[in-house]
């Protein structure tokens, strides 16, 4: 069964990597690789990986929870927080920013150098824009650029920054005690797994790029330990109840995703997931309360569709 698991999402056998699966009492567990060069310590279930994209729904639990206090409505628009930004933005609400149906542009096609940007730098790149990609709410379009405006929404609102609201909101909540969102440079990572790409057929880090340092778009860190945490937390949270409804454009256009987490189906039975990559680090976090299974996969590679491994696990169900 591992070896149907991991087919084609293990490219190097010096990748690094954390690997749990849990179906119906049965668990199968892996690591392999190390943190960063060749001499360091080995990864571990409590080594800690940007997690690049499954950092979407902790963000939408955020925003969920900010929503469940009466703070803001799914139907806010995003120009009543943020009044300096273009009229368009009296059109886009906070719900199209979830469901990735705004249109609004990508930041990563805004001229840039080989400086980081930050999160603020992304409401100065869309100031200067004046339109979307389509009419808001007729299509859907995955949107980083949406989830970080999320992530600044949760600050605005809570009068927080997303640091500390994810702190406490939700790691300790979660008891997720080594995850960290990371303010690069600054934030100490315990056990953290490096980025890594592939030349000359061998490993070198490769962790960060100019996109490396924005967090509501894939900014957090955490290990398989604090995922599977997480798993049975969100299972059980009143938040996840509004997450998981997935969003239909029209009765016949399904695209799978709810708020921060995509749906399937399998046997009639729903499984929740998210896939995440960055320059040197793939992720994938997968769970269905119905057939009782949760799937996480970490490593430290670029080069690797984890949407596979979700792929490989339907085929073997």
């Known amino acids: 069964m591992l070896e149907k698991l991991l087919k084609n999402v293990i490219i190097h056998k010096d990748q690094g990597y954390a690997l749990y699966y849990y179906n119906n009492g049965k668990v199968i567990e892996k690591t392999n690789g190390v943190l960063k060069e060749e001499n360091s310590n080995p990864i571990t279930f409590d080594s800690n990986f940007r997690l690049a994209s499954v950092t979407k729904h902790f963000i939408a639990y955020g925003i969920v929870s900010l929503i469940k206090q009466g703070l803001i409505s799914y139907d806010t628009k995003v120009s009543q927080i943020f009044n300096e930004l273009p009229s368009y933005f009296n059109e886009i609400s906070i719900k199209n920013l979830l469901n990735h149906t705004s249109g609004i542009y990508d930041y990563e096609d805004m001229e840039h150098d080989d400086t980081q940007i930050k999160d603020q730098d992304i409401l100065t790149f869309l100031k200067k824009t004046n339109t979307t990609y389509f009419k808001v709410g007729t299509k859907y379009k995955y949107s980083n650029t949406a989830y970080v405006l999320l992530g600044l ?48 057929d ?21 290990s398989v330990n604090d995922l599977k945490k997480w798993a049975v937390y969100l299972s ?44 040197g680090t793939n992720t994938l976090f997968l769970f269905s309360i119905d057939l009782k299974i949760c799937l996480i996969f970490l490593t430290n590679i670029n080069k690797v569709d984890t949407s596979i491994l979700k792929d490989n696990l339907l085929l073997n169900l």
């Open 202 to 222: 061998i490993l070198k880090v490769k962790d960060q790029y100019w996109c490396s340092a924005t967090i509501g778009d894939g900014g957090l860190y955490s």
């Open 153 to 200: 929404i949760i600050e605005k609102v809570s009068s927080k920054d997303i640091s500390t609201f994810i702190e406490e909101e939700i790691f300790q909540k979660a008891k997720m005690h080594n995850s960290k969102v990371n303010i690069e440079g600054v934030t100490n990572i315990k056990n953290r797994a490096y980025g890594h790409i592939i030349e000359d």
């Open 236 to 279: 059980k949270s009143e938040n996840f109840v509004d997450m998981k409804i997935p969003n239909y454009i029209n009765e016949e256009e399904y695209n799978e995703y709810g708020l921060g987490i995509r749906i399937i189906k399998h046997n009639g039975k729903e499984i929740y997931y998210h896939c995440g990559d960055t320059i």
